[in-house]
T-cell receptor
């Protein structure tokens, strides 16, 4: 089991370009969570998805950011028209069931570090 | 609004020392509290999870305690080793609304010197 796989590990974009970050959850996991870690700040929840459904996107900026978790393939976090303030580490986590079900543990990926020039 | 604070921000100790990392939270209405370890380039690893009804959890040389009423948790590391060097993060799940929105502290950066 390869764990939660995120790619790319490092991504450099110029202002105005699009950034796509991918997350393949652990085998058998159908719940995916995205968190963002800004420099000098703690991690912040962005979005929670199940297969083909966005369950909670209350932590995601209303503009330029979107997320999906299609029936086949990885979850994708898309940032359009990136700005310097988007530079951060983006972490994906997955769980077997709803994380609130008992002590179900989140498994995190290694993160994708976005740098906007 | 729930806020999580970790003290100290950084800690450097010689190998073999027992040490305590602190985490405090402002709202005692939590679902659970977790301690994570963050290694550069390796993501986050869950170390211990304490449900709100529990007082402590132990795993190997690690022991985490929870005092919900005072809004505090401690992570105790016994006989520290250089391999323990990492950033340790505390995160709480709020009891109301969406429990998936973990609220994180900024972490304690630990260096264990051989």
């Amino acid at each position: 089991n390869a764990g939660v796989m995120q790619n790319p590990r490092h991504l450099v974009r110029r202002r105005g370009q699009e950034a796509r970050l991918r997350c393949s959850p652990m085998k058998g996991h159908s719940h995916v969570y995205w968190y963002r870690q800004l420099p000098e700040e703690g991690l912040k929840f962005m979005v929670y998805l199940q297969k083909e459904n966005i369950i909670d996107e209350s932590g995601m900026p209303k503009e330029r950011f979107s997320a999906e978790f299609p029936k086949e393939g990885p979850s994708i976090l898309r940032i359009q028209q990136v700005v310097r303030g988007d530079s951060a580490a983006y972490f994906c986590a997955s769980s077997l069931r709803d994380f609130t079900s008992g002590a179900n543990v989140l498994t995190f990926g290694a993160g994708s570090r976005l740098t906007v020039l | 609004k729930q806020e999580v604070t970790q003290i100290p921000a950084a800690l450097s100790v010689p190998e073999g020392e027992n040490l305590v990392l602190n985490c405090s939270f402002t709202d005692s209405a939590i679902y659970n509290l977790q301690w994570f370890r963050q290694d550069p380039g390796k993501g986050l690893t869950s170390l211990l999870l304490i449900q709100s009804s529990q007082r402590e959890q132990t795993s190997g040389r690690l022991n985490a305690s929870l005092d919900k009423s005072s809004g505090r948790s401690t992570l105790y590391i016994a006989a520290s080793q250089p391999g323990d060097s990492a950033t340790y993060l505390c995160a709480v799940s709020p009891n109301a609304g969406n429990n998936r929105k973990l609220i994180w502290g900024l972490g304690t950066s630990l260096a264990v010197n051989p």
